[in-house]
């Protein structure tokens, strides 16, 4: 059985390498790319963004190839994005969502995976459960295409 993934405020962390893998980053991506199919169209675009925390570029590749494996498109920042232009650029992108990959003000062991709504904001807390509740009990349940390819 998978570890366990619990959704917090905005999202989820963990200490990297111990519960934080790219094997439950991608099971988080899922969780969230079937819960924003259930709400919107194939096709639409989701902003996603990192910090420059330990390998945060290569988590935010990992999502972006799960959110395009799903059908949706997504755009994925070139480099460590502060917080507020990921929340901007959402808006400014039309999109329907948007992934942090930042454990803002917690360890640097952790990283974190916050999920972001149209409005660049919070998703409500029943929308943080739906999203929990969508979660794969295991990466084998997980649709991915390689970054080239989603590209």
């Known amino acids: 059985m998978a570890f366990p993934i619990k959704f917090g405020t905005d999202g989820w962390r963990g200490q990297i390498a111990d519960e934080y893998t790219f094997a439950n980053v991608r099971r988080c991506a899922q969780g969230f790319a079937d819960y924003l199919l259930a709400h919107y169209d194939r096709g639409e675009p989701v902003v996603v963004g990192y910090d420059k925390r330990f390998h945060s570029e290569n988590f935010a590749s990992a999502v972006a190839e799960v959110l395009a494996a799903n059908g949706l498109r997504a755009f994925l920042t070139s480099g460590a994005t502060p917080t507020p232009v990921i929340a901007y650029s959402i808006v400014n992108k039309g999109a329907v969502g948007g992934v942090n990959i930042t454990a803002s003000h917690n360890p ?37 295409l390689r970054l080239d390819d989603a590209i």
């Not at 916050?114 to 999203?131: M, Q, S, T, W, Y």
Request: proline share 5%; net charge negative; no cysteine.
């Open 108 to 144: 640097a062991t952790d990283n974190g995976l916050k999920v972001r709504n149209e409005f660049g904001g919070a998703i409500a807390p029943d929308g943080l459960k739906e999203i929990e509740a969508l979660i794969p009990d295991d990466e084998s349940k997980v649709k991915r």
